[in-house]
Each structure stands twice: as structure tokens, then as C-alpha cells.
């Protein structure tokens, strides 16, 4: 707990124009919504795709004035 408290009071004292935060997301090509909609009385089509497709990542970088740059792989 202590080192929490020192830690605590270290990061109260940081200007926020230092901190960067670092945020990682993932997606594939075939992600499609569970549901669909159609006029009432009509069938809702759509097309789905059947393989896993392509896995892409994302990290960004930001700061408290806005993205400072982005990486994307698969």
C-alpha cells in the first residue's frame, strides 16, 4: 500500500502534457452484426462471408493534445 501512496503522489505531480497513453485494438475482415432489418413481412438478406479473413491490429499513441500516430498489421 505504501508504494501505492508514493506512486500516488509522483503521478499528482506530473504536468499532463507528459503522459502518453497507449491503446490497442483488433478486428477482422468478415465481422458482421448479428441481426438485420427488412420491411415488415419481408425477409432480411445479407451477405456473410464464410472464411476468418484477414486479422488487422491497431496501437495508437495519445496524448492530451490528440493522436500522436497509429500503427496498423496484420
Known sequence: MERFVLYQNQVATE?????????KFGCQQNM?????WAPEGQRALAWKPTNHGVSINT???LSVSGLLTAM???
Open 15 to 23: 504536468n499532463d502534457n507528459n503522459l502518453i497513453f497507449l491503446d
Open 72 to 74: 496498423f498489421f496484420a
Open 59 to 61: 496501437i495508437g499513441a
Open 32 to 36: 458482421v452484426l448479428p441481426y438485420g
